[in-house]
């Protein structure tokens, strides 16, 4: 039998699709696993490359494979989908991953361990209930402006309300409206209660990690940056500049240039939507406070001069995103420039 160099893996939660090749190329195998049977496949064949999707539980399958022996190389589906020669089908999608998988200029996804997984799982979680609570907090100020009970935007008037709510001796809600709103308002509470645990859980964890620390020293960067920037970037340095690292965020101009003409759009918005949002609301925070007395730097007001806020605010996210990059593969603390400081 010929010796299998290259296996390509396409993913699925039962029924997984495996395309092998020889050093020529050749293909080789081509067949359908049960989910129990992949770990008991590997194990038999001699160490080669194989590649698979960066999906949902390719971390797993990726730390389960290495374990055998193999060379595991995970890349981003958009990479791989050029090399699907005709129509979608889970044969097809292992042919293209073992296709691109030999590629040398292909990129590859760093294969993450199982605490930076649940690192970001913590992230994750919070993002979740933090939107949960917007959602019903939204709903119960909507349901009592039908009553003509309004409130000031934001989540400090969200108390008042539920006040409001818990107050049976205001009339101006019926009684079967009060029993809703109050199931509603016990709702946004205990979300309250559960963001609070996993933010103080995230700030315990940053201040554990020096890297995590150093990041916290950033204008505009917190404890919920820091801690997300740790959980998606495990390996900074495969980024060769800063500007490297902002365009895999989504932080830098659409390129559509040809025939020598350069043509840059709005921001690209790919990578990591979180770490991205997260970013942008950071600096427009930092802008907001210049506006009171903050001292800035000099391009930024130059900046403010002539583009919208938000133009401003974004590229301010790009500044700050190199800044990450920068700490986080040559070391040391952010050091305020001399602009910057007040006399």
Same mark, same amino acid.
């Given at each position: ?8 893996? !396409? ?27 992949? $770990? ?25 494979? &290495? ?41 590859? /996804?760093?294969?993450?361990?199982? !605490? ?32 003509? *009970? ?7 008037? *969200? ?28 709702? *946004? ?10 933010? &103080? ?27 997300? /920037? ?12 800063? &500007? ?5 965020? #989504? ?13 840059? #759009? ?14 942008? /609301? ?31 605010? /974004? ?12 700490? $986080? ?15």
């Amino acid at each position: 039998m010929e010796k299998i160099t290259t296996v390509g893996l !396409d993913l699925a939660k039962s029924v997984f699709q495996v395309h092998a090749i020889d050093d020529a190329g050749v293909p080789i195998i081509r067949r359908a696993l049960r989910r129990s049977q992949v $770990l008991g496949f590997f194990s038999k064949l001699p160490p080669c490359v194989v590649g698979m999707e960066a999906c949902a539980s390719s971390h797993f399958w990726a730390r389960e494979i &290495r374990a055998l022996g193999h060379d595991v190389r995970m890349m981003p589906p958009i990479y791989v989908k050029a090399y699907v020669k005709r129509g979608k089908t889970d044969a097809a999608d292992a042919e293209a991953i073992c296709e691109a998988v030999t590629r040398p200029t292909m990129r590859f /996804v760093p294969i993450k361990t199982a !605490d930076q997984q649940g690192a970001g799982m913590i992230l994750k979680a919070r993002d979740l209930l933090v939107r949960q609570r917007s959602q019903a907090a939204n709903a119960l100020r909507a349901h009592l402006s039908e009553l003509g *009970i309004v409130a000031s935007a934001g989540m400090a008037s *969200i108390s008042k309300l539920i006040q409001l709510v818990r107050e049976e001796s205001d009339d101006r809600m019926p009684d079967i409206a009060r029993r809703a709103l109050m199931a509603m308002a016990e709702q *946004i509470e205990a979300l309250a209660v559960q963001v609070e645990r996993l933010e &103080r859980q995230i700030t315990t964890n940053v201040k554990d990690d020096e890297e995590a620390r150093r990041l916290t020293s950033i204008p505009g960067v917190g404890p919920i940056i820091a801690a997300t /920037v740790k959980a998606a970037v495990p390996d900074p340095r495969g980024f060769r500049t800063g &500007r490297d690292f902002a365009a895999w965020i #989504g932080l830098t101009p659409r390129a559509h240039s040809s025939g020598g003409k350069e043509r840059l #759009g709005s921001i690209s918005k790919r990578g990591n939507r979180q770490l991205r949002t997260l970013l942008i /609301v950071g600096a427009t925070s930092i802008l907001k406070l210049g506006k009171r007395g903050l001292k800035l730097p000099r391009w930024v007001d130059a900046l403010m001069l002539r583009r919208p806020f938000k133009v401003v605010a /974004v590229a301010l996210a790009n500044k700050i995103a190199r800044t990450i990059w920068a700490l $986080l593969v040559k070391g040391g603390m952010y050091q305020t420039p001399r602009a910057m400081i007040k006399a």
